[in-house]
């Protein structure tokens, strides 16, 4: 089945600072990959996707790359700040039935 | 109103007991997921559900079990609750198959339970 590992686990950043979250993926067959933040006492969010068909995606600022070659994502977050605080998670699909998710990142902003 | 709700949200119980979370949904959706989060694991898919006659496993649905009463209601139960079985819970509800587009999962906020 489809494995995916996410690192770091815990980034802290200063408050304008950029952030990176990567993410790996198993599966080959991955073709669908979201990305969902978690604020604290609430359900993941989907905050951008991306599919094996584009390798960058852009939206305001954050964006996500992919690499199929080498089977890894990131997640890029420029100009961080307070409200970026939050647990994020990566996940990869390698069929319509199956989405597997990262262990996640906790990302903390210092103002 | 929020779309995706979840019953209790807090729930301490001791071992052996039975217990029900429920999830409800006002989006419309065929789709409802069961997900189950531990620190440093990330989201685990128990089960889920396509539409009202379809029940799956997922990747951790050992001890537990689902009813999908109606297309809104997707309830996960524990027979006989173990410690280990401590964790937060979601539900998830989607339109569509994963890889699609619009293929977003909408979460509800989420039942901590605690097994003593």
């Known amino acids: 089945g489809e494995n995916v590992e996410q690192h770091p686990s815990t980034l802290s950043v200063q408050e304008g600072d950029s952030a990176v979250i990567k993410c790996t993926y198993s599966?080959?067959?991955?073709?669908?990959f979201p990305w969902y933040k978690q604020e604290l006492g609430k359900g993941p969010q989907l905050i951008i996707d991306?599919?094996?068909?584009?390798g960058e995606k852009k939206d305001q600022r954050i964006a996500v790359t992919l690499n199929k070659t080498a089977k890894h994502f990131s997640l890029h977050i420029t100009e961080t700040q307070p409200e970026d605080s939050a647990v994020y998670f990566c996940?990869?699909?390698?069929?319509?039935?199956?989405?597997?998710f990262g262990a996640g990142t906790t990302v903390t902003v210092r103002a | 109103d929020a779309d995706v709700t979840q019953t209790p949200r807090n729930r301490i119980t001791k071992t052996g007991k039975r217990i029900m979370l429920e999830c409800s949904q006002t989006?419309?959706?065929?789709?409802m997921y069961w997900y189950r989060q531990d620190p440093g694991l990330g989201l685990r898919l128990i089960y889920y559900s396509f539409d009202v006659k379809d029940i799956n496993k997922g990747e951790i649905s050992d001890g537990y079990s689902v009813s999908r009463q109606a297309q809104a209601k997707f309830s996960l139960s524990l027979e006989s609750a173990i410690p280990n079985q401590t964790a937060l819970y979601f539900c998830a509800t989607s339109d569509r198959f994963w890889g699609q587009a619009g293929s977003e999962q909408f979460f509800g906020p989420g039942t901590r339970l605690t097994v003593l």
């Open positions: 989006k419309g959706h065929d789709r």
């Open positions: 599966d080959s067959a991955s073709n669908y």
């Open positions: 996940a990869a699909s390698p069929r319509p039935t199956k989405l597997s």
């Open positions: 991306i599919r094996s068909n584009v």
